[in-house]
């Protein structure tokens, strides 16, 4: 991993341990132990920093999501390890977190928003073309429809102040939706399958 890499990487740590309102650049650097000047060397200022800290993360999301699609040839157990995965990078994510990126870097939350919803979008929908073509998920399923009505779940499942995680589990709540979704689309081959799996788990 390159040394900027390796800053950004821990600056990204920061962040997810204590979020981003509060952390400063002294908190960074002396973080990183490193000094400000070799900070700023690799960022302009805290905006840039957050920037360039959630662009590896979400780009630390899409790789695992791919690496899941590449294993995965069931469409159901794709879908749990996914969100399993997900639980694992978000279970220990501070409160307010999402809620202060947009109130204090709205351009950088559009930015990290619109990646989301495109990679949201194209994962199920791929899952969905599989699903179908296993019998697993009903062939009468407008895909688009569906896809577009998932990006607005997750977008419920991270606002703090819908589920704010100092009184919701976060594991618990992805599993709520996994199973809502999965019904929803599901063949009784699908729902079968998905009984068995959550007995079996």
Same mark, same amino acid.
């Given at each position: 991993?390159?040394?900027?890499?390796?800053?950004?990487?821990?600056?990204?740590?920061?962040?997810?341990?204590?979020?981003?309102?509060?952390? &400063?650049m002294?908190?960074?650097?002396?973080?990183?132990?490193?000094?400000?000047?070799?900070?700023?060397?690799?960022? $302009?200022n805290?905006?840039?920093?957050?920037?360039?800290?959630?662009?590896?993360?979400?780009?630390?999301?899409?790789?695992?999501i791919?690496?899941?699609?590449?294993? &995965?040839? &069931?469409?159901? @157990?794709?879908?749990?390890? /996914? @969100?399993?995965?997900?639980?694992?990078?978000l279970?220990?994510?501070?409160?307010?977190?999402?809620?202060?990126?947009?109130? +204090? +870097?709205?351009?950088?939350?559009?930015?990290?928003?619109?990646?989301?919803?495109?990679? /949201? =979008?194209?994962?199920? $929908?791929?899952?969905?073309?599989?699903?179908?073509?296993?019998?697993?998920?009903?062939?009468s399923? &407008?895909?688009?429809?569906?896809?577009?009505?998932?990006?607005?779940?997750? %977008?419920?499942?991270?606002?703090?102040?819908?589920?704010?995680?100092t %009184? =919701?589990?976060?594991?618990?709540?992805?599993?709520?939706?996994?199973?809502?979704h999965?019904?929803?689309?599901?063949?009784?081959?699908?729902?079968? =399958?998905?009984?068995?799996?959550?007995?079996? @788990?």
């Open positions: 991993m390159e040394k900027e890499e390796r800053i950004i990487k821990g600056a990204l740590d920061l962040f997810l341990q204590a979020g981003v309102k509060s952390i &400063n002294d908190d960074v650097s002396t973080h990183l132990g490193i000094s400000k000047k070799t900070l700023y060397k690799i960022v $302009s805290k905006a840039d920093l957050v920037k360039q800290a959630f662009t590896l993360h979400q780009s630390s999301f899409i790789s695992m791919e690496a899941i699609k590449t294993k &995965n040839t &069931n469409p159901i @157990d794709e879908i749990f390890e /996914i @969100d399993q995965q997900l639980c694992v990078m279970k220990n994510r501070p409160p307010l977190l999402i809620s202060n990126l947009k109130k +204090y +870097y709205p351009e950088v939350w559009n930015i990290l928003d619109t990646i989301r919803k495109e990679n /949201i =979008y194209d994962c199920v $929908s791929q899952n969905i073309d599989l699903g179908i073509k296993q019998g697993f998920y009903r062939g399923i &407008n895909v688009n429809i569906i896809a577009k009505l998932m990006i607005n779940t997750v %977008e419920a499942i991270v606002d703090d102040e819908l589920f704010p995680l %009184e =919701y589990n976060f594991k618990n709540i992805l599993q709520e939706n996994r199973v809502y999965i019904r929803g689309i599901a063949t009784q081959k699908g729902i079968n =399958y998905l009984e068995n799996k959550l007995q079996n @788990d």
